[in-house]
């Protein structure tokens, strides 16, 4: 009989990929009070991993949303590895935040299958790959999901919860529970459906707000303005692109097209454009919009 997990069994968490997203969620668990390693193959993007978590951490304190000591607590419960097994050994919940890319999660969860004990759950941050294409890939079906954060994590409080056609109960409240004991407010979805919930939302007014730019009806600058004082969006979705990562909206697209095959699901021409130039957004300081070295 399969062990099924349960929150009171979540000491230690290991988030696999140490990006962007991979970095925030590590603190989120570790600012909860749990011990957490990141893992990455690349020492070069752990070692910017562990100055970005003490960078971004260090700045709730500058804010006073968190003591100086409640950061340094917080610092001590991370850890960095290259070795991903190792870490996945005393591992209770495993969060994978890699590359979009069908290929290397499948890989990556037979690794965490063989490493993890029988009773952790593995779930994935990904958006548009759902945990059904990963299961075969275990010998746990039953406890694997998608957990999928917000960017940026460390202050989106809302988390999706999405369960495969063979994800238990326990699997799901437990996922659930740790969410809310990571101070998110999930949202549970009883199904797959590509995009979840919030990202079909957002796609929906990146695709239109794509279509007007093209058409020449406003700029991308007149468009984001629209959004963020008529609708009361913090920014707007040219802005959103940026920040995400213009790399990120072309992967996910691009995931999305394996998975359907309908052309509809590409990348927009615009993107494809910006993407191929290496025009990423902030990340490397130019998208829709340039930014200012540092």
């Given at each position: 009989m399969n062990p099924q997990p349960s929150i009171d069994s979540v000491r230690r968490v290991l988030v696999v990929g140490s990006g962007t997203m991979g970095t925030q969620i590590a603190a989120v668990f570790a600012l909860a009070g749990y011990d957490t390693t990141t893992s990455d193959l690349d020492p070069a993007a752990l070692?910017?991993?562990?100055?970005?978590?003490?960078?971004?951490?260090?700045?709730?304190?500058?804010?006073?949303?968190?003591?100086?000591?409640?950061?340094?607590?917080?610092?001590?419960?991370?850890?960095?590895?290259?070795?991903?097994?190792?870490?996945?050994?005393?591992?209770?919940?495993?969060?994978?935040a890699a590359v979009e890319r069908l290929d290397v999660k499948r890989r990556l969860f037979a690794e965490l299958d063989e490493a993890a004990p029988a009773h952790a759950i593995l779930a994935t941050n990904s958006s548009t790959i759902p945990s059904s294409l990963l299961v075969d890939?275990?010998?746990?079906?039953?406890?694997?999901?998608?957990?999928?954060?917000?960017?940026?994590?460390?202050?989106?409080?809302?988390?999706?919860?999405?369960?495969?056609?063979?994800?238990?109960?326990?699997?799901?409240?437990?996922?659930?529970?740790?969410?809310?004991?990571?101070?998110?407010?999930?949202?549970?979805?009883?199904?797959?459906?590509?995009?979840?919930?919030?990202?079909?939302?957002?796609?929906?007014?990146?695709?239109?707000?794509?279509?007007?730019?093209?058409a020449g009806v406003a700029s991308f600058e007149d468009i984001d303005v629209a959004a963020r004082t008529a609708l009361g969006h913090p920014m707007g979705p040219f802005e959103l692109m940026d920040l995400v990562g213009i790399d990120v909206a072309y992967l996910i697209r691009m995931a999305a097209h394996e998975q359907t095959g309908d052309p509809d699901d590409l990348p927009h021409p615009s993107v494809t454009r910006l993407y191929e130039q290496g025009h990423h957004g902030r990340k490397s300081g130019r998208g829709w919009y340039e930014y200012a070295a540092g």
């Open positions: 070692e910017r991993s562990r100055e970005e978590a003490r960078r971004r951490l260090g700045r709730l304190a500058e804010k006073g949303r968190r003591t100086r000591e409640e950061v340094e607590q917080t610092l001590a419960r991370m850890a960095w590895t290259t070795d991903t097994s190792a870490a996945a050994r005393t591992a209770d919940f495993v969060l994978e890939a275990t010998d746990r079906p039953d406890r694997v999901c998608n957990m999928h954060f917000f960017n940026p994590a460390l202050v989106m409080a809302c988390v999706e919860v999405v369960r495969g056609p063979q994800t238990s109960d326990a699997t799901v409240e437990t996922t659930l529970e740790l969410a809310r004991r990571i101070g998110k407010q999930p949202v549970r979805l009883n199904r797959e459906v590509p995009g979840f919930v919030a990202n079909r939302l957002l796609g929906a007014l990146r695709d239109e707000a794509l279509r007007l730019e093209e």
